[in-house]
């Protein structure tokens, strides 16, 4: 890969709402929806409400949700060249089987249409699109294997699409339904990147009565979430089933690097699982790729450590594993979550993405080379964007 190359900034992380799909959650009357509104100065306002109760009546939405160019002045403003973008939750789960099969193979053609005449980028000398995208699955209770199944073919021949999205509910059951095997084998065949994403949260009870807006929710509710899907993938041995499987976990993993020794252990005693896994849970954390959507170097830090030390605990490895954060850094990806969390006030940048881009930045143990990794290289490679 050329030094050119190496130096691409690529956000894997960058959401999209498609006209198609605003103007369904227009038409409906209950949750998710996007309703209009009128705010105290009397200006018109649309306002997205993707959960019940929630916080703040919602967040305001505009043209940067599904305005192509939005997307395409917000990385240029940042500096980015590519972007992998996707549908935000809470994608499909809302829908019946054939509705849902329906809007998947629409809203992934429609995708393919808004990446493929995207312009090229500028920075490098290969012809590469500035977007690419995550298609969708019509992951809900009583899709058949088959139809999941095409849409996964539909997504393989896309070539705009390296990858899909994919919630925590996977067909009602959660990700560790042994129903999705074929889906998963499919995947792991096709070579297509899983972004698994949040969406519920855990149970608003436990934030309490103080109105403390979506921080509570955002901040530890979707981390959570994600933690609790990825174990349970762990536990079911989808990656001992699927050991090629590339699943790209958001907002870094959540608590799961934190936790993950924990988990071994409890793993280790408990009867019903110690003998299930064909590794050490531990191991597994360095089959996963994380975004870098942490916003410090010590999180981004400790999260390459771990990722680093899961070959101590592959029992077919041939030399004493070297702790590196440098090796960790190979399974980390640049991202930003546009169109969320945008400054409170006139900023010229976002802050959220600044500061991810300095946490990349200050990383101790992290070459130059691994940042340019973090921040594009890396992407480069597990989308195959450069043949």
């Known amino acids: 890969?050329?030094?050119?190359?190496?130096?691409?900034?690529?956000?894997?992380?960058?959401?999209?709402?498609?006209?198609?799909?605003?103007?369904?959650?227009?038409?409906?009357?209950?949750?998710?929806?996007?309703?209009?509104?009128?705010?105290?100065?009397?200006?018109?306002?649309?306002?997205?409400?993707?959960?019940?109760?929630?916080?703040s009546g919602g967040r305001p939405v505009g043209s940067q949700y599904w305005?192509?160019?939005e997307k395409l002045k917000f990385m240029d403003k940042h500096g980015i060249d590519v972007s992998i973008v996707s549908t935000a939750n809470p994608w499909l789960d809302?829908?019946?089987?054939?509705?849902?099969?329906?809007?998947?193979?629409?809203?992934?053609?429609?995708?393919?249409?808004?990446?493929s005449t995207s312009p090229r980028t500028s920075n490098c000398n290969y012809a590469i699109k500035r977007?690419?995208?995550?298609?969708?699955?019509?992951?809900?209770?009583?899709?058949?294997?088959?139809?999941?199944?095409?849409?996964?073919?539909?997504?393989?021949?896309?070539?705009?699409?390296r990858g899909l999205i994919m919630g925590t509910k996977g067909i009602g059951r959660g990700l560790d339904d042994a129903a999705l095997d074929?889906?998963?084998?499919?995947?792991?065949?096709?070579?297509?990147?899983?972004?698994?994403?949040?969406?519920?949260?855990?149970?608003?009870?436990?934030?309490?009565?103080?109105?403390?807006g979506h921080v509570l929710?955002?901040?530890?509710?979707?981390?959570?979430?994600?933690?609790?899907?990825?174990?349970?993938?762990?536990?079911?041995?989808?990656?001992?089933?699927?050991?090629?499987?590339?699943?790209?976990?958001?907002?870094?993993?959540?608590?799961?690097?934190?936790?993950?020794s924990r988990l071994a252990s409890c793993i280790d005693h408990d009867p019903i699982v110690a003998s299930r896994l064909k590794h050490d849970a531990?191991?597994?954390?360095?089959?996963?790729?994380?975004?870098?959507?942490?916003?410090?170097?010590?999180?981004?830090?400790f999260a390459s450590d771990v990722i680093a030390r899961a070959d101590r605990y592959n029992p077919q490895s041939s030399s004493t594993p070297v702790l590196s954060r440098s090796i960790g850094s190979k399974r980390m990806l640049f991202g930003t979550d546009h169109p969320f969390f945008p400054p409170l006030t006139s900023t010229e940048?976002?802050?959220?993405?600044?500061?991810?881009?300095?946490?990349?930045?200050?990383?101790?143990?992290?070459s130059q080379e691994d940042r340019d990794g973090v921040c594009g290289a890396n992407a480069l490679a597990l989308f195959n964007l450069i043949q």
Not at 134 to 149: D, M, N, Y
Not at 221 to 248: H, K, M, N, Q, Y
């Open 1 to 55: 890969m050329s030094a050119t190359a190496k130096k691409l900034l690529v956000d894997v992380h960058s959401h999209v709402y498609l006209p198609r799909y605003a103007s369904l959650l227009r038409s409906r009357s209950s949750v998710p929806k996007i309703c209009s509104v009128t705010t105290s100065d009397g200006i018109p306002q649309e306002r997205l409400l993707i959960l019940n109760h929630e916080p």
């Open 182 to 212: 074929p889906v998963w084998d499919a995947i792991e065949k096709a070579q297509l990147v899983v972004f698994l994403h949040p969406h519920y949260g855990v149970n608003a009870e436990v934030w309490g009565e103080e109105n403390n």
């Open 349 to 366: 940048k976002w802050k959220s993405v600044v500061e991810n881009l300095e946490a990349i930045d200050r990383v101790q143990g992290w």
């Open 94 to 115: 809302f829908l019946s089987a054939p509705d849902a099969q329906l809007l998947a193979s629409e809203l992934n053609n429609d995708l393919e249409q808004y990446c």
């Open 217 to 260: 929710p955002l901040a530890l509710g979707f981390p959570f979430e994600t933690t609790i899907a990825a174990t349970r993938i762990i536990l079911s041995g989808v990656l001992d089933r699927f050991p090629s499987l590339r699943l790209l976990l958001a907002h870094s993993g959540g608590a799961l690097p934190a936790l993950s």
């Open 67 to 69: 305005d192509r160019e």
């Open 282 to 301: 531990r191991y597994y954390l360095g089959k996963l790729y994380l975004d870098a959507v942490a916003y410090g170097p010590e999180e981004l830090g």
């Open 131 to 161: 977007l690419y995208g995550f298609g969708l699955l019509p992951l809900v209770p009583e899709i058949t294997t088959s139809a999941a199944l095409d849409i996964v073919s539909q997504i393989t021949q896309l070539p705009h699409l």
